[in-house]
């Protein structure tokens, strides 16, 4: 059974940074794409980024390109997301979910598996 638990949200100011991680069990991890979510109260879930299996492409939501790193390191089955110069706009639950596949997707019927969220709150 596939389980992804994440970790390292919490509460900063604005302009400030913190590294999310998702730690993935259950099947063999580098065969698939990972992807990280996100959801504000009273809106829908939306993409933030994504990873192919090998890490050799990624993309990005255009709200956080150029300020959101993922990466993700297979020998340790973690996908991580770096955000840096937050905005209180970023504040929302975020989850990271994983793909039947190897290629990365913007749409969330496309993952299969997602973990339980972790919180970031940017205070202004």
């Known amino acids: 059974q596939v389980q992804l638990v994440e970790s390292g949200g919490g509460l900063v100011q604005a302009g400030g940074s913190l590294r999310l991680s998702c730690a993935a069990s259950g099947r063999t991890f580098n065969d698939n794409a990972m992807g990280w979510f996100r959801q504000a109260p009273g809106k829908e879930r939306e993409f933030v980024a994504a990873i192919s299996s090998g890490g050799g492409s990624t993309t990005y939501a255009d709200s956080v390109k150029g300020r959101f790193t993922i990466s993700r390191d297979n020998a340790k089955n973690t996908v991580y997301l770096q955000m840096n110069s937050l905005k209180p706009e970023d504040t929302a639950v975020y989850y990271c979910?994983?793909?039947?596949?190897?290629?990365?997707?913007?749409?969330?019927?496309?993952?299969?598996?997602w973990g339980q969220g972790t919180q970031v709150t940017v205070s202004s």
């Open positions: 979910a994983r793909r039947r596949f190897g290629g990365v997707s913007h749409y969330s019927s496309a993952y299969l598996y």
